[in-house]
């Protein structure tokens, strides 16, 4: 099983819908990220959390919301879908320092 | 933004060859670290320099880091087929620990 997991892999809403993107990881790290992949963009932070208790704004938050119910689970939402938030996304992890990060393989999400 | 940017934005080569690929940052950072990512699929680590270090080896890959300019280097020497893949630098400035990734550079390994 891979020690970060993504659901669902892909997507297709509706815009104005709202939808979850869920993250599980068995990694043991407090510290998880959502990243948002456009072509040509890179990867572009919208959440980040050190602890269940410590919730912090990437810069793309708008539009998104988050919730860490547990050390291992860590789920993004769009509260009311938009075309532009079509993309890919990321779930990360990584431990305490200065270390590498752990991705999950992505969600691909449309919205039409 | 703090977004980096790599350069070249795509570079064809032919088997064997090397490849190098440039990132240019914006920030102080902690450290520099390069991720590769097969087709729309999960970015993996490659390779980890800190702020005090100039140059880094991993196999077939060299990172050289330079602060003043704010710019690395990643060199995938003798390539293969299977490093087709966009690769992407990160940056952590101190204190953040945050992951800032460029815009990374699509390679593509012609046999």
């Known amino acids: 099983d891979a020690d970060v997991t993504q659901t669902p892999r892909n997507r297709i809403t509706k815009t104005g819908k709202r939808i979850m993107l869920e993250c599980s990881q068995t990694?043991?790290?407090?510290?998880m990220y959502w990243y948002r992949q456009d072509p040509g963009l890179g990867l572009r932070l919208i959440y980040y959390s050190f602890d269940v208790k410590d919730i912090n704004k990437g810069e793309i938050s708008d539009g998104y919301s988050v919730s860490r119910q547990a050390q291992a689970k860590f789920s993004l939402s769009l509260e009311s879908a938009i075309p532009n938030q079509t993309a890919l996304y990321f779930c990360a992890t990584s431990e305490e320092g200065y270390t590498e990060a752990f991705f999950g393989q992505g969600t691909r999400l449309t919205v039409v | 933004s703090q977004q980096g940017e790599e350069d070249p934005q795509a570079l064809s080569i032919q088997e064997g060859e090397n490849a190098t690929m440039n990132c240019s940052y914006k920030t102080s950072i902690n450290n520099l670290q390069w991720y590769r990512q097969n087709s729309g699929r999960g970015l993996v680590h490659l390779i980890l320099?800190?702020?005090?270090?100039r140059e880094k080896h991993s196999g077939r890959l060299r990172v050289t880091l330079d602060t003043s300019k704010k710019s690395s280097s990643l060199l995938i020497t003798a390539s293969r087929a299977a490093d087709t893949a966009s690769y992407f630098c990160?940056?952590?400035?101190?204190?953040?620990?945050?992951?800032?990734f460029g815009t990374g550079t699509r390679l593509k390994v012609l046999a």
């Open positions: 990160a940056t952590t400035p101190p204190g953040t620990y945050k992951y800032i």
């Open positions: 990694k043991g790290h407090d510290r």
């Open positions: 320099i800190r702020s005090n270090e």
